[in-house]
């Protein structure tokens, strides 16, 4: 892979390392995806993501696009932490690897999406920290990874009334990669099996979890 990521103006990586930062923040491990093609650059992490087939946890993910080096085409998937500055200010260094992550796997439609409504932004800083303080009171003293996880599922995964029904982990996304900022009104959008809130500074993407269970039977042939 290219070494680097080349931007046109020094605001730019800043942005690309405040995003990986901020993932990385939220998760050690996450895993920031990178695609890039016709000087645009989208990043992509995966806020929260089911580990197993049995998880409640719906994949939400964060995306915000920054311009690039024209030239530079990739589809990579890398740790958010490996992303570090070099001495030139218009550059982001690219770890010696890149990583593996479920969720990368699963991209979101392009196309397709039809607005659902909009949320003010105070609602989504509200929701987030109702559900960071629900998540704090329940974990005992000490939790394992196990438990941790299953009472983030339950309560990010939940779908809020106040969101559109969508699940409160797409509030928790919004305010922890610092997409909210002020007061604005952020648009809902939806698309088979997806869900999108779109701010100034980004983009909250939610798939909920694959239908458990068998299917009806269905009569073949005569």
Sequence with gaps: MSPRLRFPDADAAADALTFAGRA?????????????????????????????????????????????????????????????????ATEVALPDT????????VSPP?????????????????????????????LPTDPGEDVVRTVRARIWGEADADLHDLPRGAAFAAVSMGFVHGEEEAAVFAAPGWARVTLRRGHVLVRRPARQGMTDVRATGR
């Design 24 to 88: 990385a923040a939220i998760d050690a491990e996450a895993g920031v995806r990178l695609v890039a093609a016709s000087g645009s650059l989208a990043m992509t992490a995966g806020v929260l993501s089911a580990r197993s087939l049995l998880e409640a946890m719906p994949t939400v993910l964060a995306l915000r696009v920054l311009p690039v080096d024209p030239e530079l085409e990739c589809d990579l998937t890398v740790t958010a932490s490996g992303l570090v500055t070099t001495d030139v």
């Design 98 to 105: 890149a990583v593996r992550a479920a969720w990368a796997g």
């Design 110 to 138: 392009r196309s397709g999406w039809q607005r659902i409504g909009g949320l003010a932004s105070t609602v989504l800083a509200a929701r987030a920290q109702w559900g960071m303080a629900a998540v704090a009171h329940e």
